[in-house]
Structure formats: structure tokens, C-alpha cells
């Protein structure tokens, strides 16, 4: 079975998320992202936490972390640097606990079937603080060179801390149990048990079987021909398992960025934007002080596309209508200051909105932020602004890399809400563009209902005021045609396996003249 890995945007610090085990769809194993094994040395002496009745606070925290994902939608990378924080880890147990939480939360749905198999019961069937426990014993036990006493021992002990003092017994029983056979043979037996073709993807893969179909549609939408999407569906899964490096947006007018230094290097991609070596961002001076912001390439090229579909008039208003946490928002109002436009972010959360206004913190005049539901923006402000980005909520299956847990928390009945609620931000955004005016609409998710599907239901209802933008062009343009891209189309996918980017997708419109 797979080792786990740990990208540099894992680093707890970052509060990125994502990294770590992969899973090869085809390859029958899930598979590391780099092959190599990291994680505690077996033939280290032996520490406290090897005695029993002790746990490391690694597993501690893993185990918290993965706990409030479960009960309370907690969100992994906003959540585990806190606790790492709070618990003044040093860098080394930091990175365990990042591997332990991370590798976890991707695979578990790997693990319950293994935990199934060993058991003899349906996960369904078990408390959800012993599954817990037991989904992380498995990643140590599976995927890490953790030695399986330390394994075992501390997953006992954390049970009998979380659970009742049975639960001990039991999880002694399925994990002791789990080690007897070799990892690659509880894959094949993972494997031999699944329903069904998609059913043993999803099992050797780790995303459930509804994401797959979805991510199978989405590139044959794009236009990867019928025989290369199982393969192009390989790469993206194994993509998604496996840590994204870390990317930073230089942003323009506040730092150039030749001069970030700290060992990046530009991206081949982005105008604005650096490849950085792992380690903890925050001690980059740019970073510091915010002229350089973590961002993820396809983030960069998302808010470019509106900046530099066409040249910036002086005076311009524009609109971030969805902003929080507010990366786009401070690279928009960076190319708006520029140009001498000017930027207004609405985001309704109100701890999101101080997210925004944290991120834009290093202008000079930072943009106003609003608080409303920008689905009533139309009607408030009609006609208001040259530029509206619409980056909308969504289910956010294209940033697994990064949000490990992401695919476990939307169920297939969320698509239609989301799809309702991006239709409805549309329509306001179209109301609140001048005519003339530029929108974009952006997706971190390439389900087709929320990106072709929102593009072809937006020209259906606003025949006579909306026309789609060549987006491709300005991708193409804004990278240096640098960017690989799916069948000639106007609107934009990109792809974790083919753009080392979030699968972002973006469509331009402009509003006609009346
Ligand atoms: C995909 S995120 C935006 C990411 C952001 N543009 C960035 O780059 O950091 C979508 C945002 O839309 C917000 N949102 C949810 N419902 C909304 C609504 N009715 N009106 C406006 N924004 C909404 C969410 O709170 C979330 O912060």
C-alpha cells in the first residue's frame, strides 16, 4: 500500500491543505505521490510515546482535527494549524501531524473498506470517534513506516481517551488484525470485493464513485477523446492525492517579482506568479508583509482573465462578488490600482469578509469590502461596474489537492443547490454590469453542471444582453501561450494532471449595449 508524502503545501503553516498519498486508479495500488516514505524512523530509540498509556501530540492533534471534520465540518487546513500552533509543536512533530491528518482524511475511504474487511462489520455500524481512531491506525499502519506497535498502542490508548474502554478491545482486535496482511494484499482484497468497475476506481482512487463519474464527464466535455479519458482520469485522480507545490501571485505594482528571492522561481504559467521551495512561506519577507500572497496558479490566472481581458480604463469600478478568503480580490484590486480602477469585494460571511480585508491589507487603498448576499447586488446596484467576477460557491472538487476532505463532504444532492445559487449570483452580476461591461465566472470545480452547464443556461436566459468572451485567447495571451488547454472552446478548463493547477474553469462574457 502507499506511503504517504507531504508537499510543501502541506505545511500546516500555510493553512493550505492538501498533499500527501495518492492513489493510482489503474495502477491497483494506491500509490504515493513522489514514492517515497516519510514518517517516523522505525529504528529511532524508542520515545514516550512508544510506552503504553501515552499518546504523541501528533496523533493527538491528527485525531481532533479528523474528528471535527467528521462532526462538525470543520475544515483540515484552517483547523489543524491552529491546533498545531496552540500545542507549540516543533517543525518535525508539525509535519507528522500534517502527514497523519492529511493522508487520513484522502484515504479513509480506502481504509473503511480495508477496516470493513478486517472487522467483518460495515463501517456504518461503528462509533464515529472508534472510526476514527481506526481510519488513522490505518494510514500508519498502511501507508507510513510507523512501527506497528507504536501504531497499535496509541491507537488503543487514544481510543480508551475518545470512547468507551470496549472500544479498546475492538480496535486492538481490527488493527492487530490488519497487520497480518501485507498492505498490497489488502489492496487486491479491497479490490476484489468493489461492485464494479467504477466502484474499484473509487476504492483504489479514494474519491467517491459520484466524483469520478462527474470528473469522467467534465474531460470528455472538454474534449479529451473518448479512448484517452481513462487514462486522463488516472493522472487527475492520482494528481488530486498527491501534494500541490507551493505557488505564490507576486502582486504587480507592490513587488516585483524577481526581487521576492527566497529561492522561487517564476512560473511558467502565471506573469505574476512563483514557484517557492517547501518550507514555512511566512518567513518570506513579501510574503510577511503581504505584497506576495500563497496562491495557487490557477487562482492567478482566474482573476487575470478579468483584469486583462481588455485594457483597463481609468476610473473603472469592478466587482468581486463571492471574495472570501480574498486571493482574487487582492490580485484584481493590485492590476485595478495599476490602471487607476478601483475594486469593491462583497463576501456575506462575516469571518470570510475578514479574511478579505486581512488579504488586502498591503494596498495603499484597499478596496471597500461588503457584506450582502451578492445575489441581491443586481437589484442594489443595477448597471454599477465594468468588471464583475463571479468566483462562485461550489463543490470544490477541484481543489482535492488541497482540501483532502472536500470530496468526502458534498454529496451528489448538493450539485443542484450550488447550481441554483451560482445561476441566481449570475443573473445578479449581470444586472450589476454596466453595459459594455466584462463578467467573468469561475468555478474551483469542473462538474459540468457548474461550468459549461452555467455558461450554456447564462447565454439561454440573457440571449439579447450577453455574449461569451474568447477566454481561451486570453489565457492564451495572458500566459504567453504557455498554457495547455483542452479542444478549442471559448471557455477555460484547467486540470491538477495537465496545468499543475486547481481544475479552475473559467468563462468570460461581455453585456451588450442596450
Ligand atoms: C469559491 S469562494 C471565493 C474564493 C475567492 N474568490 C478567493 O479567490 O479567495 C466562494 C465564496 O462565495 C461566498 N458566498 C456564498 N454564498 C454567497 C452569496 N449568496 N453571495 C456572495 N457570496 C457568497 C462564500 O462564502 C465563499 O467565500
Known amino acids: 500500500m502507499s506511503p504517504s508524502t507531504r508537499g510543501p503545501q502541506d505545511d500546516p503553516r ?11 486508479s489503474t ?85 473503511d473498506r480495508v477496516i470493513e474487511l478486517a472487522s467483518g462489520r460495515p463501517v456504518a455500524e461503528i462509533d464515529g470517534a472508534v472510526l476514527d481512531v481506526l481510519e488513522l491506525g490505518c494510514h500508519q499502519l498502511l501507508s507510513m513506516r510507523v512501527a506497528t506497535h507504536a501504531a497499535v498502542n496509541e491507537s488503543v490508548e487514544l481510543a480508551r481517551q475518545v470512547a468507551s474502554r470496549s472500544a479498546t478491545g475492538f480496535v486492538n482486535g481490527v488493527l492487530r488484525g490488519i497487520t497480518r496482511t501485507p498492505a498490497s494484499e489488502w489492496l487486491e482484497k479491497v479490490m476484489d470485493a468493489a461492485t464494479d468497475d467504477d466502484d474499484r476506481l473509487a476504492a483504489a482512487a479514494s474519491h467517491p464513485a459520484w466524483v469520478i463519474r462527474a470528473f469522467r464527464r ?31 501571485a507576486a502582486l504587480p505594482g507592490l513587488v516585483d517579482r524577481d526581487d521576492v528571492g527566497a529561492g522561487t522561481e517564476p512560473s511558467p504559467l502565471s506573469p505574476v506568479g512563483l514557484r517557492a521551495p517547501s518550507g514555512d512561506p511566512t518567513g518570506i ?16 490566472l482566474a482573476a487575470l482573465a478579468l483584469s486583462r481581458a481588455r485594457p483597463i480604463v481609468e476610473g473603472e469600478r469592478w466587482l468581486d462578488l463571492c471574495a472570501g478568503p480574498g486571493g482574487k480580490t487582492a490580485l484584481l484590486a493590485a492590476e485595478a490600482r495599476l490602471g487607476g480602477a478601483t475594486v469593491v469585494a462583497n463576501e456575506p460571511v462575516p469571518a470570510r469578509a475578514g479574511l478579505v480585508r486581512r488579504a488586502v491589507a498591503a494596498l495603499p487603498e484597499p478596496p471597500v469590502v461588503w457584506e450582502r448576499d451578492g445575489t441581491t447586488v443586481g437589484d ?13 460557491p461550489c463543490t470544490g472538487l477541484g481543489a482535492l489537492r488541497r482540501r483532502p476532505e472536500a470530496r468526502w463532504r458534498k454529496a451528489p444532492s448538493d450539485v443542484a443547490e450550488l447550481v441554483d445559487l451560482q445561476q441566481r ?90
Request: overall charge negative; some cysteine; aromatic content about 4%.
Open 27 to 111: 495502477g491497483r495500488r494506491p500509490a504515493s505521490g513522489d514514492g517515497k516514505r516519510r514518517g517516523p524512523d522505525r529504528r529511532k530509540p524508542a520515545t514516550p510515546s512508544d510506552r503504553p498509556g501515552s499518546v504523541q501530540p501528533a496523533r493527538r492533534i491528527a485525531l481532533e482535527v479528523i474528528r471535527a471534520v467528521r462532526e462538525d465540518d470543520a475544515y483540515a487546513n484552517l483547523l489543524l494549524p491552529s491546533k498545531i500552533a496552540a500545542a507549540g509543536l516543533d517543525s518535525a512533530d508539525a509535519g507528522l501531524a500534517t502527514e497523519l491528518t492529511y493522508g487520513t482524511l484522502r484515504l479513509r475511504g480506502y481504509y
Open 380 to 392: 442594489a446596484e443595477p448597471e454599477s461596474f465594468d468588471r464583475i467576477l463571479v468566483d462562485a
Open 218 to 248: 467534465a474531460l470528455a466535455a472538454d474534449g479529451v477523446p473518448a479512448a484517452d479519458v481513462p487514462f486522463q482520469l488516472d493522472e487527475l485522480l492520482e494528481a488530486d492525492n498527491t501534494a500541490a507545490a507551493l505557488s505564490l
Open 14 to 24: 500555510r493553512g493550505t491543505g492538501g498533499g500527501g498519498a495518492a492513489a493510482s
Open 425 to 514: 449570483l449570475i443573473d445578479s452580476a449581470v444586472a450589476a454590469l454596466k453595459p459594455g461591461g466584462v463578467l467573468a465566472y469561475v468555478t474551483c470545480s469542473p462538474h459540468v453542471g457548474e461550468t459549461r452547464g452555467q455558461v450554456q443556461g447564462a447565454l439561454r436566459r440573457w440571449p439579447d444582453t450577453l455574449e461569451q468572451l474568447d477566454a481561451q485567447a486570453v489565457l492564451r495571451e495572458v500566459t504567453g501561450d504557455a498554457i495547455a488547454l483542452g479542444a478549442p472552446d471559448a471557455a477555460v478548463q484547467l486540470w491538477p494532471h495537465r496545468n499543475s493547477t486547481d481544475a479552475m474553469f473559467v468563462a468570460l462574457f461581455r453585456k451588450l449595449p442596450a
Open 285 to 300: 519577507p513579501a510574503v510577511h508583509d503581504g505584497t506576495a500572497r500563497v496562491q495557487d496558479e490557477g487562482s492567478q
